[in-house]
T-cell receptor, first 112, second 116 residues
Framework: GEDVEQSLFLSVREGDSSVINCTYT??????LYWYKQEPGAGLQLLTY?????DMKQDQRLTVLLNKKDKHLSLRIADTQTGDSAIYFC????????????FGKGTRLHILP | EPEVTQTPSHQVTQMGQEVILRCVPI?????FYWYRQILGQKVEFLVS????????KSEIFDDQFSVERPDGSNFTLKIRSTKLEDSAMYFC??????????????FGDGTRLSIL
């Protein structure tokens, strides 16, 4: 069945770039999302990409999609302490389901 | 920026009791969803709702669960007789009225449900 996998933890020094990786199994996935969850808060939509795109950039965020390897990454440039959160990779098929399939989330820890 | 709001933020209920979780979706959105996240596990889809009926539901969404849009603004999830394993964070989401499958879902802050 559909599955989304991501590493559970990432530590990055303040000012460096963070790269959070994700793999998915469903080759029909058409929409891929990154959500951010700060402590005690909900799921904030950060960015999303359609499968007909390879890259999307939005200010400090860059999403790269490798469809062949079913690999999605989120790069955060100039990582700040406010970026400390859990980042969820998620995917959805366009023509089938309403549901979003989430990964377990990567906890990003910022080192001073 | 418009947002999805959920109440209460934390609900503590005795096992076997009924609980209603409330959500106010973004005002021009017409597609509504409930997800849950058991501690330490993935966020899981429960149900989607459009035009006053369920569009899709998961295996988790059994007869103990129901959803309702009682008025023009609220969207509720009812659990009829709660079990210990219903303890989780419950997230409400909504998406825009255009082709829902292409529109991203926007989530609320969640309600933490604790069953004693």
């Amino acid at each position: 069945g559909e599955d989304v996998e991501q590493s559970l933890f990432l530590s990055v020094r303040e000012g460096d770039s963070s790269v959070i990786n994700c793999t998915y199994t469903d080759s029909s996935s058409t929409y891929l999302y990154w959500y951010k969850q700060e402590p005690g808060a909900g799921l904030q939509l950060l960015t999303y990409i359609f499968s007909n795109m390879d890259m999307k950039q939005d200010q400090r965020l860059t999403v790269l999609l490798n469809k062949k390897d079913k690999h999605l990454s989120l790069r955060i440039a100039d990582t700040q302490t406010g970026d400390s959160a859990i980042y969820f990779c998620a995917e959805k098929e366009r023509n089938r389901d309403d549901k979003i399939i989430f990964g377990k989330g990567t906890r990003l820890h910022i080192l001073p | 920026e418009p947002e999805v709001t959920q109440t209460p933020s934390h609900q503590v209920t005795q096992m076997g009791q009924e609980v209603i979780l409330r959500c106010v979706p973004i005002s021009n959105h017409l597609y509504f969803y409930w997800y849950r996240q058991i501690l330490g596990q993935k966020v899981e889809f429960l149900v989607s709702f459009y035009n006053n009926e369920i569009s899709e539901k998961s295996e988790i969404f059994d007869d103990q669960f129901s959803v309702e849009r009682p008025d023009g603004s609220n969207f509720t999830l009812k659990i009829r007789s709660t079990k210990l394993e219903d303890s989780a964070m419950y997230f409400c989401a909504s998406s825009e009225p255009s082709d829902r499958r292409s529109q991203p879902q926007h989530f609320g802050d969640g309600t933490r449900l604790s069953i004693l």
